[in-house]
């Protein structure tokens, strides 16, 4: 009859992804003639469980570099936007002991798509980002406990390592030579 021992420990057990786009309206002081750049910078986010859900908090910077007055002229106009992106999970245990620690990384970090000027001398910049979120828990494993014989051949035999061999291969001046250099 075997042996079996229930082992505690941490695993990822539930994963979630989500690919956002989302679009931004800013509003520069001049009335743009024509769109030259756009880039974002500066993100950060946070993330939390909430139910089977990861709630990722973040927000980053969007520079929009344009020119005005027929484009004589040209600015940068900065806007922070913040957002909140809820990642379903899907669960690969259903006996967790605990769940709580949250781990989100980004997989593409939030990119300006398209960048072009609305009616209304308004800015529309479309934005796309993407996340994974795992969640470890403590999850309970059962392992087979065998009892059984190791062969002569297995490498867990050390008896054939002379001690002697051993301080003949060791320099006990290393560390004074190396002190001298």
């Not at 989500?18 to 974002?40: D, R, V």
């Not at 593409?108 to 000027?117: D, K, L, R, W, Y």
Request: proline share 3%; net charge negative; hydrophobic share 35%.
């Amino acid at each position: 009859m075997a042996d079996y021992r229930e082992i505690i420990t941490k695993s990822i057990v539930a994963k979630g992804r989500k690919f956002t786009q989302s679009n931004h309206t800013i509003n520069p002081p001049h009335p743009p003639s024509s769109i030259l750049g756009c880039w974002i910078i500066n993100h950060s986010y946070r993330a939390r469980k909430q139910g089977k859900k990861v709630e990722i908090v973040g927000q980053y910077d969007i520079n929009v570099w344009y020119s005005h007055h027929d484009n004589t002229k040209t600015s940068v106009v900065t806007e922070t936007v913040d957002y909140a992106d809820v990642i379903k999970l899907r669960y690969r245990d259903s006996d967790v002991i605990d769940d709580k620690e949250v781990v989100a990384r980004v997989i593409q970090q939030p990119n300006c798509v398209e960048a072009e000027i609305a009616k209304g001398n308004k800015i529309v910049v479309n934005v796309e980002r993407e996340f994974l979120a795992e969640v470890i828990g403590e999850t309970k494993v059962v392992v087979n406990i065998t009892q059984g014989n190791f062969s002569d051949d297995d490498d867990w035999d050390f008896d054939d390592v002379d001690d002697d061999e051993l301080e003949e291969e060791i320099n006990p001046e290393f560390l004074e030579s190396s002190k001298e250099r």
